[in-house]
């Protein structure tokens, strides 16, 4: 189904193949929905989101409500007589009043095998929790979070390096080809939601910074995993004699039991920073002590005295 109007719900990179994906099967959307335009940093500079910025540069009309629950919204939405809402990370929760405006209401992509993951950031905690895969599912949307039928699933390896942003960027464009997908499925005999299980649903909460604290009691492989599910942010951290340490690269190394209490420093030279934790240790390669630069290991050593016996985290705080 070609000729039908369409309105595109999208923020931030991860939207992008997905608009992309509209533009060139020939379905360009007749409006692009994204957040309204922040005030970041120091000197407070105006950011407006990846969508606006493709979105604009495609000569597409933007809209940019604070809330899409607003009655004014649901009447310019009304306006534009969708056939269909396509979204794609967001960042709101839309009412049962604006889900049916379009006569084929609206479908999302996530960036889960729905119902695991349920939430505002699947892709951190699939790796987090060590999961081998993950994927995208197209999913027609539910007032209630992530529960609506599955249109189309697809599975997408989690390799064992990789990191949220890698993976991110991988979903992204498998989401992009699955939406482009699903929509040749619009209206005809291919198009049948399956409800989901909702038995089976895991949830994955929106990320904070003390999310990156690090656990030495931890095996050195969860930390791993965690260390890779928090890059780039909020990133992983400890405490060296007081102050922050940033971890940003690391490895397992000794896969079985080692000695000294989790924390420990076990070696430290030009290959990394080798500590204890709850089984096996884990070699810290690259890094960044609070107030200074990020370096690899041996530069790092060269300026720091972390000797052996050294307990890292110590004077951490709940």
């Known amino acids: 189904m070609q000729d039908i109007r369409i309105v595109f719900f999208g923020t931030p990179r991860f939207a992008l193949p997905s608009l992309q994906a509209l533009l060139e099967c020939g379905r ?14 120091r000197g407070q500079h105006v950011q407006v989101s990846p969508v ?43 009412s049962r009043a604006l889900l049916d405006i379009p006569r084929f209401g609206f479908i999302n992509v996530h960036s889960s095998l729905l119902p695991a993951y349920r939430g505002a ?13 993950t994927g995208v599912t197209i999913m027609q949307v539910e007032p209630a979070m992530d529960s609506g039928p599955i249109v189309l699933q697809q599975v ?14 991988r979903l992204a464009m498998l989401g992009g080809r699955l939406l482009a997908q699903a929509l040749d499925r619009l209206g005809g005999a291919g198009w049948q939601p399956v409800a989901q299980q909702h038995a089976l649903a895991t949830y994955a909460p929106m990320l904070s910074k003390n999310d990156g604290l690090i656990d030495w009691a931890q095996p050195a492989v969860g930390i791993y995993n965690r260390l890779r599910g928090m890059t ?34 076990l070696q ?5 920073i080798k500590v204890a934790t709850g089984h096996a240790a884990l070699l810290i390669t690259e890094l960044q002590l609070e107030g200074k630069k990020r370096m690899c290991a041996g530069d790092f050593l060269k300026g720091t005295c972390v000797q052996p016996g050294i307990v890292l985290g110590e004077g951490e705080t709940e």
């Open 156 to 169: 997408e390896p989690i390799l064992p390096d990789d990191t949220a942003e890698v993976l991110h960027d």
């Open 232 to 265: 780039p942010w909020p990133g992983c951290f400890t405490l060296l004699a007081g102050r922050m340490l940033k971890i940003h690269r690391a490895c397992v190394r000794d896969a079985c039991p080692v000695p000294g209490t989790p924390g420990t420093v």
């Open 268 to 272: 430290a030279d030009v290959q990394g």
């Open 121 to 133: 950031a699947p892709i951190n905690w699939a790796i987090i929790n060590g999961d081998r895969h």
């Open 28 to 41: 360009r959307p007749v409006a692009v929905v994204t957040q309204p335009d922040r005030r970041v940093g």
């Open 52 to 94: 606006k910025e493709a979105a604009l540069g495609a000569g597409l009309p933007v809209l940019q409500p604070e809330k899409v629950r607003s009655p004014d919204f649901l009447a310019e939405f009304r306006s534009l007589a969708p056939d269909l809402a396509v979204v794609a990370a967001y960042g709101q929760i839309f």
